[in-house]
Nanobody, 120 residues
């Protein structure tokens, strides 16, 4: 059984910063890749950022240069530092972990989600 526990999120003004954190527990084989997706109301869930155990990171186009993902392999924690936030970043952010080298929406585990709201 794998559990993903998220923290962080909240309300911030445009241009501000927030930090999300996700701690994984369970079989470490199940979370070779970890990262974050987000979902706006009425839209599909989209990849924000992912990182594998080697530290290779991948970012969605809309967050490149503003968001930074990092990982502590010893503690199985993945953080997402979000800077220069925009109103369009408003969404529920979900932690994701999967056994492969890259994340996908088909195989893996989800956190419960945390709301990020950016006011204009």
């Amino acid at each position: 059984q794998v559990h993903l526990v998220e923290s962080g999120g909240g309300l911030v003004h445009a241009g501000g910063s927030l930090r999300l954190s996700c701690a994984a527990s369970g079989s470490s084989l199940s979370f070779n890749a970890m990262g974050w997706y987000r979902q706006e109301l009425g839209k599909q869930r989209e990849l924000v950022a992912s990182i594998d155990r080697g530290g290779f990171a991948n970012y969605g186009a809309s967050v490149k240069g503003r968001f930074t993902i990092s990982r502590d392999n010893g503690k199985d924690i993945v953080d997402l530092q979000m800077n220069s936030l925009r109103p369009e970043d408003t969404a529920v952010y979900y932690c994701r972990a999967g056994p492969g080298s890259v994340l996908n929406t088909l195989v893996g585990f989800w956190g419960h989600g945390t709301q990020v709201t950016v006011s204009s």
